[in-house]
């Protein structure tokens, strides 16, 4: 990673009396694809609005390139953006489209030729310079989108949820093809979505945010498997949370029963949330294992099935290759390194 | 729309055009090569006349002139006021929005000879407005009434609402989204007016043109009152000729007609392009 692009300073912006992005600390590398991660209403494309200079922060600074730029106009910054809509110019064709932003530099006449066909390769989409935006499919448009904003070579592209209008092939195939296009261009992606497969599959780096404040960051690996508290565990992936009781150094009490972790940073009797995904239980004999139960519902789910099972009153969810039929008796073994310890935050529990 | 779908529903109105609107057309039309006693048609004679010579006549020729240059003069002032009102009220907060809007609406409900009377005596020189800029020592005084100055005041004042609401309704239905992109790709706000806000707001400027431009070219009752009728225009000289010569008034009104043609005709280019992206 290079070195820090962009930092955010107790950003807080209030709307109605109300903190939509509360005290928020963020800072961003160069060359990164960072995705803003959270439900609707978790203050992340406001933070991308600030970021772009379509909003001002209430409270803290945003500092680029060492510089703060709270003040400085959109049309200033070194910034470009891909809105969630596209909001391509209608009156203007394809090339002209792409060419807007450049125009308003005052580049030559050629260089706005070679840089917009380009653009329009980059994009897979050559010969479509004469088209009308309005005549094109919304994955062209989409495209389209990104060529008008990559095609000003801004230090920071900034996505809001721009696949959100997709069918989910087109969609997979354009999550690719975006990485791919960061890793070539070398600009730093900030990336606003709600949907955590997406995030986990693009980015270098997640920020995790809820009502208005960042809950966690980290690799989409790290934010996998360690969240930090429930909401994160809840919001990426399915998850089995329980409650327990943290005993002493690799050692955790919860469903009455005790289980060896790798957990060494609680103190003794510390009550803790255990985190174990659903891929991460093995069925063996009920008889043998610490937990077991009552399989309540089976679903085939493609490449696994997905079993609920009831373990003293609690469902589990479980993944798992081989189906075991509904009613029928198993028993959960799970690895030391597989179960998670999270602190309970207050007011939770 | 097409006029299939709509089945039995389009019938009344199709009648309505026929009977109301294209037989008088057509009688126009004839009128217009004939040589009549009213609409009596026995002993009518056929003529060119109407067309090739009454048309050339000085005063027809002047009228014509003096419609064309008020409605334009209009026109380009209506459209410097009300393009700016109209682009305020679109980018104001709401409960300002429908204040203004009525304020603009609220004298389109009252009778127009009613208003451009009272107007009249506003602008003459026994005004109470006059009046009251002379008691507080001012001797200043205004008086266009009878003036084109009067005439235009008056036309401004009467077609403002038809240019600024077409305008409104453009604006406020463009997505906001558009001038954000704008300032994104690095354009300053006037640029991205120019670039970006004018031209999508075009087919509002052409409407609120034609809506003005024509009543104001075929008008009578606004420069007669405010003119004291020292002007000839194509709608006084219609006014005035309709009991004596039917067939030249109805050359002249076949004339708007074909004004009228090309201007929608002109509108329709514009909308077809605007159809295709908007």
Sequence with gaps: MGKKLIQLKGITKIYDDEAVVDNIDLYINENEFITLLGPSGCGKTTTLRMIGGFEKPDKGEIILNDVVVNDLPPYERPINTVFQRYALFPHLNVFDNIAFGLRNAKAPKEEINARVEAALKLVSLPNFASRKVALLSGGQQQRVAIARAIVNRPKILLLDEPLAALDLKLRQNMQYELKEMQRKLGITFIYVTHDQEEALTMSDTIVVMNKGKIQQIGTPTGIYNEPKNRFVANFIGESNIMEGKYIKPNWVQFMGTEFECIDTHFSAGEAVDVVIRPEDFDIILATEAKLSGVVSSSVFKGVHFELCVMIQGKEFVVHTYENRPVGSEIGLKVDPYEIHLMKVENGEH | ?278
């Design chain 2, 1 to 278: 729309m097409n006029i299939k779908k709509l089945g039995r529903l389009v019938w009344p109105y199709l009648i309505w055009l026929f009977v109301l609107v294209l037989i008088p057309l057509l009688m126009m039309l004839v009128l217009s090569f004939f040589e009549t006693r009213g609409l009596n048609f026995d002993n009518a004679v056929f003529t060119m006349n109407h067309w090739f010579q009454d048309l050339r006549d000085p005063s027809v020729l002047k009228a014509l002139e003096n419609s064309f240059t008020f409605a334009g003069t209009t026109v380009i002032i209506v459209f410097l006021i009300g393009y700016p009102m109209a682009y305020i009220l679109a980018h104001s907060s709401f409960a300002n929005k429908m204040i203004i809007l009525m304020l603009t609406i609220i004298p389109m409900w009252s009778n127009s000879l009613l208003r451009n009377n009272a107007l009249r005596n506003l602008l003459s020189d026994a005004s109470l407005v006059n009046d009251l800029l002379s008691r507080i020592g001012l001797s200043f005084i205004w008086n266009v009434k009878g003036t084109e100055t009067g005439i235009i005041v008056a036309l401004v004042l009467t077609y403002l609402p038809f240019m600024i609401l077409p305008i409104y309704t453009v604006l406020e239905k463009m997505d906001k989204n558009l001038i954000e992109a704008s300032m994104d790709l690095g354009a300053s706000p006037v640029r991205t007016f120019f670039k970006v806000t004018f031209p999508l707001s075009i087919k509002g400027v052409v409407t609120g043109v034609i809506m003005v431009f024509l009543p104001s070219f075929s008008g009578f009752a606004v420069p007669y009152i405010l003119g004291d009728g020292k002007f000839v225009l194509v709608g006084t000289i219609i006014e005035k000729s309709y009991n004596y010569n039917i067939n030249f008034v109805s050359t002249l009104s076949i004339l708007l007609v074909v004004v009228i043609f090309f201007m929608i005709f002109f509108v329709s280019k514009v909308d077809k392009e605007g159809e295709s992206f908007l």
